[in-house]
């Protein structure tokens, strides 16, 4: 697929995720096929304010090439001088603007989603980036209700200069409940000429397939499917080039993933940065006996506890 000048190797993209895509998970899933990963979303008014935690989000390093940044905000100039500073510091090779993410810390600001609601800032957002910087801009939007009104907006992007678009197939209303639509993305993509990409459902090797056939889109974007299984990159990325399953002992991969993702965490001095035992626990869905292996992380005393209680979990499952 490629993105202006871009090209990066694939179609599946890791999804921007607070408080999910720091750099040791986005390494992880990059090895195991992600084509590109983007960082947690950054806030545009933090940048300008310098908060160090926020402009850490863009941490990278070059095994995770090519790199994509998201940010948010709602004023054009802001945004505008935080993404000339990410620019500066980071050199990601896309710079991503999100216009789709439900979640009221953003929405009650005006960010995220809710500027849906103002195709009008929304073309004014993308232009004003894409004139002033040398990365691609792209955009990240979920869809409306109305057909019509969110092609408008689809149009409004590529006309502003955005170099890609990624469509939700969900409401702002939905947030993440029900199913995508990719009808949407399916007449988003008859009707641009950039490339667009798929998200929403997209949760194994057969979901994947699907979509893009459905769709026709130029690649799809995995988010929540991940959390804790960087390995459905690898899964899916094989589907896709045999058309046959990956065979794989899910419990063992598991531990396995969970053991590289603390050792990168302390590799790059970034433990302190996550909540350990969430993540931890993320690691342990859709396994057999994963309720009970979760009880076990709530209460351990630290790390090696935690995968010590892995580690019998696998010999009880094997």
């Known amino acids: 697929m490629k993105i202006a000048d871009l090209r990066i190797p694939g179609n599946i993209l890791l999804a921007p995720m607070s408080n999910v895509t720091n750099l ?103 232009e004003k980036l894409s ?48 199913k995508a639509d990719h009808d949407y993305v399916r007449k988003i993509k008859q009707e641009l000429s950039i490339p667009v990409i798929a998200n929403g459902d997209i949760v194994d090797e057969v979901s994947a397939q699907q979509t893009l056939e459905y769709t026709g889109c130029d690649g799809i974007m995995i988010g929540r499917a991940a959390m804790g299984n960087p390995f459905l990159f690898k899964r899916i990325s094989h589907y896709l080039e045999t058309g046959e399953l990956l065979e794989y002992e899910k419990c063992s991969q598991r531990v396995a993933d969970i053991r590289e993702y603390f050792g990168l965490l302390e590799e790059y001095e970034l433990m302190h940065t996550v909540h350990i035992k969430a993540q931890a626990q993320w690691f342990t869905r859709g396994m057999r006996n994963g309720r009970h292996i979760r009880k076990n992380i709530d209460t351990a005393a630290g790390i090696e506890e935690i995968l010590q209680s892995l580690d019998e979990m696998c010999k009880h499952v094997n």
């Not at 990059?30 to 926020?54: F, H, P, W």
């Not at 500066?88 to 953003?106: H, S, T």
């Open 24 to 126: 040791p998970f986005r390494l992880m899933c990059r090895q195991y096929g992600a084509s590109l990963t983007y960082s947690e979303m950054i806030s545009a008014d933090a940048v300008i304010y310098e908060n160090k935690k926020t402009i850490n989000r863009g941490i990278s390093c070059e095994d995770e090439r090519p790199l994509g940044i998201q940010i948010f905000g709602n004023s054009p100039e802001i945004m505008t001088n935080a993404a000339l500073r990410i620019e500066e510091v980071y050199r990601p090779e896309i710079i991503d603007v999100n216009f789709g993410c439900p979640a009221k810390l953003l929405t009650k600001d005006g960010c995220g989603s809710a500027l849906l609601k103002s195709p009008g800032l929304i073309h004014e957002i993308v």
């Open 131 to 178: 004139d002033n910087l040398s990365t691609p801009v792209t955009a990240k939007i979920r869809i409306l209700p109305d057909m019509d009104k969110t092609l408008e907006i689809a149009h409004l992007i590529e006309s502003a200069g955005a170099a890609a678009i990624t469509v939700h197939g969900r409401t702002r209303q939905q947030q993440y409940s029900g």
